[in-house]
């Protein structure tokens, strides 16, 4: 008779072996499978990301000068202007001072007027026209201090307001982020800081000191053809 040890497997073992050796292949190769798919999604939906920030990115990159509108000028501008001065008073001064020169210049006019309506050869007319004459230096001379304070106090608004509004623009420039300088040229900061700066200086105070004058002169003439 065959003696069969008793560490020798029987063939039921063996046969449930092989089965669990195959169960844990197969559920080796599900996981596999699952993990490569999961990391397939994980790449796609990236993918996917990155090309929808892209154009989003590429939408922000846009220059100041791509969104700068034309036409007339509005109201905040002008108003954002005279507060860059930040004294009201000297704002003030200015007015008047274009207020009594035009006055003065006014006044000087009906000096004129009045000396061209006496007539001449006696002692009264030698009489009117020496005052009158007096009147006429003093009133040149009124008029000129009044122009000089004019220019003066003008010049002296449009550079404060004009100091305000570069160190304001100098500083958003240092502190702007580097997509402001991807998407603006270094030729429009050149710009900002060049031509347009120098309208700021000498081309907005004069064209509203020039308002300011033609408004004064249609009032007057009003108020003497009145």
């Known amino acids: 008779a065959e003696v069969v040890s008793p560490d020798t497997p029987s063939m039921e073992d063996v046969i449930h072996i092989q089965k669990t050796k195959k169960k844990q292949l197969s559920s080796n190769g599900i996981m596999e ?11 796609e939906e990236s993918s996917s990301s990155v090309s929808t920030t892209k154009p989003n990115e590429k939408k922000k990159l846009i220059s100041a000068d791509d969104v700068m509108s034309s036409g007339a000028v509005p109201w905040s501008t002008y108003k954002t202007y005279l507060k860059s001065v930040r004294k009201p008073m000297l704002i003030v001064a200015m007015m008047a001072s274009y207020l009594f020169a035009t006055g003065a210049q ?13 007539g001449t050869g006696d002692a009264m007319a030698a009489a009117l026209g020496l005052k009158y004459l007096r009147s006429l230096i003093h009133a040149a001379g009124v008029v000129s201090v009044f ?9 002296r608004v449009g550079t404060r307001a004009s100091e305000f509004l570069h160190n ?4 958003s420039v240092f502190r702007a982020p580097m ?3 991807d998407a603006t040229p270094s030729g429009q900061l050149l710009s900002r800081f060049g031509k347009e700066m120098e309208t700021v200086d ?9 308002v300011l004058y033609c408004f004064l002169q249609i009032g ?6 009145a």
């Open 179 to 181: 997509s402001f300088f």
């Open 33 to 43: 499978r699952q993990a490569k798919q999961a990391h397939d999604d994980v790449s």
């Open 147 to 155: 122009l000089w304070l004019r220019s003066f106090l003008t010049m």
């Open 202 to 210: 000498r081309s907005l105070p004069d064209g509203i000191g020039s």
């Open 220 to 225: 007057l003439s009003g108020l003497a053809l």
């Open 106 to 118: 006014f006044f000087q006019q009906y000096i004129v007027a009045k000396w061209t309506e006496i």
């Open 168 to 171: 304001q623009m100098l500083t």
